[in-house]
């Protein structure tokens, strides 16, 4: 009898097994097996009278892999159950522990944070129990997302045009809205900039004797340009020695960001291609993980990974650029459970990869092989130069900068933004006069804030402790999806439901639905994780808040009047309305429920070419969750299908 180990990813199946050899078989859960049912008061599958007890069924199209599943441990001498290393990895095994019926003798939980040999072969020498206040946490999680989700998005529905609402969501939702109205209200202001062109370097006014100046309007510029010749007095040259620290390796959200800026991939495609590089990559004689685990807010970094990455920099580079390991700024929702998101080894440059990579996967691997060795390097020394000019007291000001060591821009400097500006050794000149080509006024204005871009927001998000690492990218995904943002020139702009929506969760949940108590439940969930809150007294708490307001709410909030599209129902003679559906918007009788009329939609049908298996004609067509295919228009006479458009 073999050793069954339980993964959740059939990719990373192939992999461990490879590693662990002929006495193991390795399966793949493919991700969670159960969720909350929806039985009980208001679907919940929560049981809030008695302790918030969940229950749980297979989830819709899992059964047949259950079965398979037991089949497997039946004919198996031990189980390893080798789910992913954090909160949600630690739930899924504990429910196929339950569902699958494995007593504590029968079965192992083992955690590894890297899918490369060594690591896994010693995680199975170091393999422990599950470990229950990750699981509550996990389901704490879950049952206070699904209460909210569900109750609030039902009033949602019933009272605005929105279709959901959600714990996190609607909190990201909200700075965007706020930001939004800020520049709405925003009064720009006018000033203007006086600068001298020289040669090689241009200056700008920035003091009267000692005193900071301020320029309000044109006439006030060119009352002071008229004060000024086009001679100005060197008067000081300032050098100063600076260092620029590099940045510590990546975490979930800084890799998002990064990703964002540097190589415009959304914090969707970044997950999915991370996910990839994690679980294993088909090399010329091995299948290895390239990265350590992507969902992470920790920055901190293996001993071993350290020594050989040490040990890299000074035969690559010199000693002269070995550095310090950045310390982790602990703050309260940050998780130390495993490492930074780094490469799995030094010595597999992304040069060597990358003919087994895409190109993406290959652009997001070289971004994170050279983070983590540039993390590890010397600081950049600077030696920055600060020249004052004087002109009848009127003083200008010019920065610029050498680079003297380049650190660990040796590695880093293509993903680097700033660029350094070099001025002429202004302190060697013979004469301390120079003369300016011209100088010229400009009118500026002030700018409010700019909109959020997804790196931005994922960015305020981390910093106010909104959500989790693994939560941003779905965040975005949904408040895109819901219509309640739009994206243009790759910013966000709430649209009018999601300004609806906010204002009506503000009116009426504002004590829940803000940052600072979205912060405080991440907070909670940490504790429950560490042991230190009882899971189910957290609940208690939050309920005992959350449902007088939302029986309030749905009393008292004024629901938006249906659309009338101008025709009457045919049935009845109400006027007909739109209205919002689980699909979108259809068109039905203002008089429901007592008429329950829905006008059919006559959609277009667009045709694409002749079948050649029948004759008839090839239609566009789609599931029912509205993703398109091809078929033949005398279906179920002709059964053609393709995901693929046919050509003639």
């Not at 049952?143 to 998005?153: A, H």
């Not at 998002?256 to 997950?271: G, I, R, Y």
């Not at 807010?297 to 020594?307: P, T």
Request: aromatic content about 10%.
């Amino acid at each position: 009898m073999k050793n069954l180990v339980i993964v959740e990813s059939p990719s990373k199946s192939k992999t461990i097994e490879k590693y662990l050899g002929k006495d193991y078989k390795v399966v793949s859960s493919k991700g969670h097996i159960r969720d909350l049912t929806k039985k009980g008061k208001f679907g919940l599958g929560v049981d809030i009278e008695n302790d918030f007890t969940p229950s749980y069924e297979i989830i819709k199209g899992k059964k047949k892999l259950v079965d398979e599943l037991k089949k497997d441990v039946k004919s198996s001498s031990k189980v390893y159950l080798a789910t992913d290393p954090d909160r949600e990895g630690e739930a899924i095994s504990w429910h196929l522990c339950e569902e699958l019926g494995l007593k504590d003798k029968e079965y192992e939980r083992v955690v590894f944070n890297e899918i490369t040999k060594d690591t896994v072969i010693n995680a199975f020498n170091h393999a422990r129990g599950i470990d229950y206040d990750l699981v509550h946490s996990q389901e704490t999680r879950r049952i206070l997302d699904r209460i909210i989700g569900f109750r609030l998005s039902k009033l949602m529905q019933y009272k605005t045009s929105g279709k959901s609402a959600g714990r996190v969501q609607s909190v990201a939702l909200k700075l965007i809205v706020d930001r939004e109205r800020e520049i709405e209200s925003f009064i720009k202001e006018e000033y203007w900039t006086i600068s001298a062109k020289f040669n090689e370097f241009d200056a700008e006014l920035d003091k009267y004797k000692n005193d900071k100046i301020e320029i309000h309007n044109e006439l006030e510029a060119q009352s002071i340009i008229k004060k000024l010749s086009n001679s100005f007095k060197i008067e000081n040259v300032e050098k100063k020695a600076k260092k620029r620290q590099s940045k510590p390796p990546f975490i979930t959200s800084t890799l998002q960001q990064e990703a964002s800026t540097k190589l415009n991939f959304n914090a969707k495609k970044t997950m999915s291609i991370a996910q990839k590089l994690y679980e294993g990559v088909d090399l010329e004689n091995e299948t290895v993980g390239l990265i350590t685990y992507m969902r992470t807010d920790s920055i901190r970094l293996s001993d071993e990974f350290v020594k050989s990455a040490y040990n890299y920099i000074e035969n690559s580079y010199g000693k002269e650029y070995l550095g310090i390991i950045k310390k982790s700024k602990k703050t309260e929702n940050v998780q130390d459970a495993h490492e930074a998101i780094r490469p799995t080894s030094i010595n597999r440059t992304p040069e060597s990869v990358k003919t087994y990579l895409s190109n993406d996967e290959y652009k997001l691997y070289k971004m994170i092989y050279k983070r983590a060795l540039a993390s590890l390097m010397k600081d950049v020394k600077l030696e920055q130069t600060t020249v004052i000019l004087d002109n009848n007291d009127y003083k200008f000001k010019t920065s610029g900068s050498v680079i003297v060591f380049d650190g660990y821009l040796k590695v880093y400097k293509d993903y680097e933004d700033s660029e350094e500006k070099i001025l002429p050794p202004l302190d060697t000149y013979k004469s301390n006069i120079l003369v300016s080509n011209e100088i010229i006024k400009e009118q500026h204005f002030t700018k409010p804030k700019p909109r959020y871009t997804e790196a931005k927001l994922i960015k305020e998000m981390e910093e106010l402790g909104i959500g989790r690492p693994s939560t941003y990218a779905k965040t975005m995904e949904t408040i895109v999806e819901r219509g309640y943002v739009r994206i243009e020139d790759k910013k966000f702009i709430p649209t009018e439901i999601g300004i609806e929506i906010t204002d009506k969760l503000q009116e009426f949940f504002s004590n829940l639905i803000n940052v600072k108590y979205t912060a405080k439940m991440e907070s909670d969930l940490d504790k429950v994780a560490e042991g230190k809150l009882i899971w189910n007294n957290l609940l208690k708490e939050f309920y005992k808040q959350f449902e007088p307001m939302l029986n309030n709410a749905f009393e008292k909030m004024e629901k938006k009047s249906a659309e009338e599209t101008g025709e009457l129902c045919p049935n009845c003679n109400s006027p007909l309305v739109i209205r919002n559906g689980k699909f979108g918007k259809f068109t039905a009788c203002s008089n429901y429920p007592t008429c329950k009329y829905i006008k059919k939609e006559e959609k277009e049908v667009v045709k694409i070419c002749k079948c050649k298996e029948c004759g008839g004609t090839i239609i566009e067509k789609r599931t029912k969750k509205g993703k398109i295919f091809y078929g033949c228009d005398n279906y179920p006479k002709c059964k053609f299908a393709s995901w693929k458009k046919p050509e003639d």
